[in-house]
């Protein structure tokens, strides 16, 4: 199964910035679709954005669109997070899959802990 690392979490205020990275460290990550996810605490872990591996076709849902950018450079997907807000506060995880999006089947990181507070 594929193995995942995410790194790039940590404390940030509110209306800063973050770039959360997702890389794989026994196959070429490339040759698949990758997504990112949140989890904030006591909810269920829900699809922030994914990028195809064919086209590179990019998918954002919920509150981080407009403000969060997922792309890809070899071997590694990004995750360019701009004004962010306390809401966004939780575990970030990254998925990869054939397609867009990864399902809870899928090769999953350990994720990053992302904590937006003053």
């Known amino acids: 199964q594929v193995q995942l690392v995410e790194s790039g979490g940590g404390l940030v205020q509110p209306g800063g910035s973050l770039r959360l990275s997702c890389t794989a460290s026994t196959f070429d990550l490339d040759n698949y679709a990758v997504g990112w996810f949140r989890q904030a605490p006591g909810n269920r872990r829900e699809e922030v954005s994914c990028?195809?591996?064919?086209?590179?076709s990019t998918y954002s849902v919920g509150s981080g669109t407009g403000r969060f950018t997922i792309s890809r450079t070899e071997n590694t997907v990004y995750l360019q997070m701009n004004n962010l807000d306390p809401d966004d506060t939780g575990v970030y995880y990254c998925a990869a899959s054939k397609w867009c999006w990864p399902g809870s089947s899928d090769s999953w990181g350990q994720g990053t802990q992302i904590t937006v507070s003053p």
């Open positions: 990028i195809s591996s064919s086209d590179g």
